[in-house]
Each structure stands twice: as C-alpha cells, then as structure tokens.
C-alpha cells in the first residue's frame, strides 16, 4: 500500500493531480481543500502528500491529502453506508476539515446536507455512524487560546463563515461561545457557536 509520496507537480485540476515521483507519474485524486494548497507549494518545488491507496476490482486508485487529519477523516467517512472514496473526496472539498469535524461532533445533520451530494439520510448517517468516531479527531484541534485570542476567534468566525453562516451572526455566537468557554478547545467552542447559531434562527 502506498501511504505517501513525494514529488515534483506535473499537473493539476480539480479533481486530481500528477504527481511525478522519481520519475513515475502518480495520479491522485484530492479534494479543493489540498489542490489549493498544493498549487502554490509546487511553484516552491517538491510536494509531500499523504496518500490512501484504495484497491477496488477494476483496479487501485489513489487519494492524495495535504494534512494526515484530513486522510484519517477521510478514512472514517469511507466507513459509513453509502459513502465510497469518490463522495467522501467531494464532503472534504464541500466543507473544510476542521468544520466538519465540528459538525459532526455536534450532531449537526442539517448544515451536513449544505454539502454537494448529501442528502438528509446520508447526512443523519454521517451523524449517528461517525459523531463519536471524530471525537478523538476533534481532541486534537487547536484550541483558539493556543494561537491568542483574537487569531483564534478570527479561525472560529472563519470556520463558521465556510459552513454557510453570515459573518455578522458567526461573530456574535463565537463571542458568546468564548465567553461561556474561554480556556475551551476549538472544537468545543465551534460546537457551541453551531448550537447558539441554531437558536438564533
């Protein structure tokens, strides 16, 4: 199995990238969230992917992740009914890692099917399958205190912003969350910022 490479960027879409590795070419199919961050590290040189081979009976395919937290999520959401590699790669492109993370610790199926491809039954799976699977991902995300205040509510509002919210709300529930949970790790106040956006209408 292959679990990482490194190399030169041939070429890239948005979908999958060539990756050219001692002198082979690896195809690797990636989510917008690692394209856009390979694009600008490839005008630097070489890339180093995180890589999930996938054996299947037409063949093997690979998928290529910018962060190790992103391939572990992907792995965990290959496990529910329903969802294969290629719909997973398009859930981690429709919301960014962190996000979901938080999303699915919170329960939050509603704003799951904001997502391309994902119904109401495939985001209440997600939910009952993978909520307490991410709790140990959602242990090791940064906390806001850990990047100082102001950065790290920017990163919450950020995170809010992305799943879908007006920036206006998003900055009120995160100031609400963060003075209920000051010391609180980022997941836990993304969690509360999400439930106070809920009541929020």
Do not use: C
Not at 46 to 55: C, I, N, R, W
Not at 89 to 116: C, E, K, Q
Request: hydrophobic content about 45%.
């Amino acid at each position: 199995m292959i679990g990482h490479l490194r190399g030169t960027v041939i070429r890239a879409g948005t979908e999958r990238l060539l990756l050219d590795v001692g002198g082979v070419g690896y195809e690797l199919h990636a989510s917008l969230a690692t394209l856009s961050e390979v694009e600008p590290a490839a005008r630097s040189g070489e890339v180093s992917l995180h890589v999930y081979t996938h054996l299947w009976s037409d063949g093997i395919a690979l998928y290529g992740f910018w962060t190790e937290l992103e391939k572990l999520l992907f792995e965990r959401l290959i496990t529910v009914s329903g969802i294969g590699p290629r719909l997973a790669r398009v859930i981690l492109s429709g919301m960014p890692p962190p996000a979901l993370i938080a999303t699915l610790a919170a329960g939050d199926a509603a704003r799951l099917t904001t997502i391309p491809g994902i119904g109401k039954k495939s985001a209440e799976r997600m939910v009952v399958e993978l909520k307490d699977k991410v709790q140990e991902l959602a242990a090791g995300l940064p906390g806001p205190a850990a990047a100082g205040p102001a950065e790290g509510e920017e990163e919450l509002v950020s995170a809010l912003v992305n799943l879908g919210y007006k920036r206006p709300k998003a900055e009120r529930a995160v100031r609400e969350a963060l003075s209920d949970l000051p010391d609180g790790a980022f997941h836990e106040v993304l969690r509360a910022s999400l439930k106070l956006l809920s009541a929020m209408g």
